[in-house]
């Protein structure tokens, strides 16, 4: 890749992220060295550079052999292909067929120890110090159940009894619909179009509801919050709820909020503001006094 490549690179992933980069303090480790250096010759790479200074970025340079969380496809082995052709390559491919016996899978067990079958080895984690170094630092894997199954809707739906009562007292603004099979409550806004209604969301299954797609879009903001749970379901104090909605991963803290813009880096300001003033005069002037 050349330095321009390089350049678009960050620059595009600086713009991508722009609201969670800026403001914090950036590192950028690179096996390319030119981008280390000031000489920006090129208009298009000084732009770029210029946007770059907005943020609180540094650039390291990391030698390749060392750069060992590069992309895994820009770094695998070069495989020679045969030098055999003719009759001479279809003879090795015919050789390298391997024959056997058929397996029974059902009285295969699984090795406890390093063990080798067939030139394929089985060798334990425990024993493996790199592959467990790898795994050390993995976060802890939590799975999180789906809350708007409409099994579970429909089961939190008949915990609350004041919904079901407003059900059977107007069953025009809270009709029932069949969905997968299942009865859900649901509530229309208006009387008069029997065809848009949304699913009620009962007060004991909203929070679960919003902490679920916070985290499914990927930890959106506010309005998109609100804006994709009310598309489809409707319950009291919705907009309030999400507003007072709090990550357990504080992910607002690398959110900045509105359209603002981060800590420009230091600079150094001049104490004198210039170093020579030149004045272009007209003269000579003649005044007549009357």
């Known amino acids: 890749m050349s330095n321009v490549q390089f350049n678009i690179a960050i620059v595009l992933c600086l713009k991508e992220y722009r609201k969670i980069l800026q403001g914090g303090v950036l590192n950028v480790y690179t096996d390319h060295k030119n981008l280390t250096f000031n000489t920006l010759s090129v208009q298009r790479v000084l732009r770029w550079r210029l946007f770059m200074d907005e943020f609180d970025l540094t650039l390291h340079y990391i030698e390749g052999k060392k750069n060992v969380l590069a992309d895994c496809f820009s770094r695998l082995p070069i495989m020679n292909s045969p030098n055999a052709v003719g009759n001479n390559y279809k003879n090795i491919n015919n050789n390298s067929k391997r024959t056997g016996t058929p397996i029974d899978f059902n009285t295969i067990e699984v090795p406890k120890d390093e063990f080798i079958i067939d030139d394929e080895a089985f060798?334990?984690?425990?024993?493996?110090?790199?592959?467990?170094?790898?795994?050390?630092?993995?976060?802890?894997?939590?799975?999180?159940?789906?809350?708007?199954?409409?099994?579970?809707?429909?089961?939190?739906?008949?915990?609350?009894?004041?919904?079901?009562?407003?059900?059977?007292?107007?069953?025009?603004?809270?009709?029932?619909?069949?969905?997968?099979?299942?009865?859900?409550?649901?509530?229309?806004?208006?009387?008069?179009?029997?065809?848009?209604?949304?699913?009620?969301?009962?007060?004991?299954?909203?929070?679960?509801?919003?902490?679920?797609?916070?985290?499914?879009?990927?930890?959106?903001?506010?309005?998109?919050?609100?804006?994709?749970?009310?598309?489809?379901?409707?319950?009291?104090?919705?907009?309030?709820?999400?507003?007072?909605?709090?990550?357990?991963?504080?992910?607002s803290q690398w959110k900045q909020q509105g359209q603002g813009y981060g800590y420009l880096p230091p600079r150094n300001a001049q104490v004198i503001p210039w170093d020579e003033v030149a004045v272009d005069l007209v003269g000579p002037w003649k005044i007549e006094i009357q």
């Open 123 to 251: 060798i334990s984690i425990d024993e493996d110090n790199d592959l467990m170094e790898c795994l050390l630092n993995l976060p802890p894997l939590q799975e999180m159940q789906n809350p708007i199954s409409m099994q579970n809707i429909r089961n939190h739906q008949l915990q609350d009894i004041q919904l079901i009562q407003q059900h059977n007292d107007n069953p025009i603004l809270y009709p029932m619909q069949t969905m997968n099979g299942i009865n859900v409550i649901t509530m229309r806004s208006d009387p008069q179009q029997p065809t848009l209604w949304k699913i009620y969301l009962p007060s004991t299954l909203i929070n679960d509801v919003i902490h679920w797609y916070h985290i499914t879009l990927g930890h959106c903001g506010l309005q998109r919050l609100y804006d994709s749970i009310n598309d489809r379901f409707v319950s009291p104090r919705l907009y309030t709820l999400c507003r007072q909605y709090i990550c357990p991963h504080n992910c």
